[in-house]
């Protein structure tokens, strides 16, 4: 069979700080992330560190584990149009083949695009992509949120 001819796909679950940690000095961060901001102006790149459990994403609500690694962030917007853009990668040790049928997830990164507004990683746009910030503090959702987001030096 053809990969992905079934239509199917791999929903995970992860969590993951956005810091303001330089990752300049990880050469394997810096080479992993995307270099596709052609005629806009990018932050420097900073570390995404795993909080998930035993740095695992959570698969098939949590039946399955993929082991993930601290990987990097930055971001990326337009000079003219006020639009920004979270870009990150995760690096993955991916799944088996054929433990979803004739889809699997390749080790190596996995890279995301999330709109965001006030170039922040406070402001995810939710409508946009589909994220979810969770409460990593204990808080039911919906209550006040005391997440200790760590912002960069702006562009």
């Known amino acids: 069979p053809k990969w992905g001819a079934s239509g199917r796909r791999i929903e995970f679950t992860i ?14 961060i810096l080479d992993r992330m995307v270099k596709d901001n052609f005629g806009g102006i990018s ?6 560190e795993i909080r998930s459990p035993n740095g695992c994403a959570r698969l098939r609500g949590g039946f399955d584990r993929m082991k993930c690694y601290e990987s990097g962030w930055r971001v990326d917007s337009g000079r003219n149009n006020g639009r920004s853009t979270i870009r990150c990668h995760i690096f993955t040790d991916g ?4 433990q979803y049928g004739d889809i ?3 080790p190596g990164s996995l890279h995301f695009s999330i709109p965001c507004f006030g170039k922040s990683a406070k ?12 409460n990593l503090d204990g808080t039911p959702d919906g209550e006040e949120k005391n997440l200790e987001w760590l912002e960069p030096a702006a562009l």
Not at 43 to 48: A, N
Not at 95 to 98: K, L, R
Not at 123 to 134: G, H, I
């Open 15 to 28: 969590d993951v700080s956005f810091t303001a940690k330089p990752a300049s000095d990880d050469p394997k």
């Open 43 to 48: 932050s420097d790149i900073y570390r995404l």
């Open 95 to 98: 799944t088996d083949e054929g």
């Open 104 to 106: 699997f997830i390749p």
């Open 123 to 134: 402001n995810l746009s939710q409508k946009d992509a589909p994220v979810t910030v969770d």
